[in-house]
């Protein structure tokens, strides 16, 4: 433990010329005397920190500490609800999405490879018609001369 020693200053002892001597102790009065440095513990006490904030529950009364007691129960109670009600919430709508949505995104995406085939294909058919206008795509009906 430090301890503290006091060590008087001999420049506030001396007396500066042309200032009367007097005693400032007079008006001074010791506010420590009620309550000296002896009187307190130096070491801690064995008091834990659990005790003192068991000790502060009998400042509040009792119809208060029933009071604040219900309503961080409610409190609790309301939000542990909230909670599992949106956990099975997301639950909900995770699967739901997972087992409609895929689906829903394969077909749609067959759905457009279908689509551009058939316009591929429609562009095969005027591109042919271009190269050899009139025609036809049987080739059972056409009578043409062999190639030579």
Do not use: H
């Not at 001396?14 to 309550?35: H, P, Y």
């Not at 801690?44 to 009998?58: I, K």
């Not at 599992?84 to 999405?97: C, D, E, I, P, Q």
Request: charged share 30%; proline share 5%; net charge negative.
């Amino acid at each position: 433990m430090v301890q503290l020693e006091e060590v008087e200053d001999e420049e506030f002892d001396r007396v500066q010329a042309g200032e009367k001597a007097f005693n400032d102790d007079d008006d001074f009065t010791d506010t420590d005397s009620e309550i000296s440095s002896d009187d307190l513990p130096l070491a801690p006490p064995s008091e834990t920190l659990t005790d003192r904030l068991l000790a502060l529950r009998d400042m509040v009364p009792p119809s208060a500490r029933r009071r604040l007691a219900a309503g961080y129960d409610a409190l609790k109670t309301y939000t542990w609800s909230g909670l599992m009600l949106g956990g099975k919430t997301m639950w909900v709508v995770s699967t739901s999405a997972l087992l409609l949505g895929v689906p829903f995104a394969l077909a749609l995406v067959e759905e457009q490879q279908v689509v551009e085939m058939e316009k591929e294909q429609r562009m095969r058919e005027m591109g042919n018609e271009l190269i050899t206008p009139g025609a036809t795509g049987g080739s059972g009906g056409q009578q043409g001369r062999p190639a030579l």
